[in-house]
């Protein structure tokens, strides 16, 4: 039984990835495809549904922080194919520690900002009584934290 390749328009593609037409050029241009993009009649872009698998990854790694540098160079590896797996698995260590400690990052300005929002329900419940000096957490917060919320105690 013979392949079917679906072809599909940038337009398509652009749709489907909610990336830009411009997005769409600027990533072949960087080399980031794995296959070559194909020219259909005319010398328009011919895109596959392999084509929007990759840019897929290649848009959640690049949301999650991924510089394009290390995606061109993801994007090389996986296009050298088998051999190279021990290089790959490395650019992702590397990029798994930057995301972890992002969300660690993310993790304390949430933890703030549920504070703040818990001392601004109980201003607006209390009708605005005197409870601008509630601006630490209480001590039974994380170790961790308490110098942020401190710190932002002071400043506000």
Not at 3 to 32: C, D, K, P, W
Not at 90 to 102: D, G, K, S
Not at 111 to 118: A, E, N, P
Request: glycine letters at 8%; aromatic letters at 6%.
């Amino acid at each position: 039984m013979a392949e079917i390749t679906t072809s599909l328009s940038i337009g398509q593609v652009a749709e489907r990835t909610g990336l830009s037409v411009h997005a769409l050029r600027f990533y072949e241009r960087e080399g980031l495809f794995v296959n070559d993009v194909r020219r259909g009649p005319g010398g328009r872009r011919v895109y596959s549904e392999d084509d929007v698998d990759w840019l897929t990854v290649c848009i959640i790694l690049r949301a999650s922080g991924m510089p394009l540098p290390a995606l061109r160079r993801y994007a090389d590896l996986v296009r050298e194919g088998a051999g190279n797996e021990e290089e790959r698995l490395t650019l992702m260590r590397e990029h798994h520690e930057h995301v972890t400690a992002q969300i660690g990052r993310l993790t304390q300005s949430l933890d703030l900002i549920r504070f703040k929002v818990g001392v601004y329900e109980d201003l607006v419940d209390q009708g605005g009584v005197a409870a601008h000096q509630c601006h630490a957490p209480s001590p039974s917060a994380d170790e961790e934290r308490t110098p942020l919320l401190r710190h932002e105690a002071v400043v506000e």
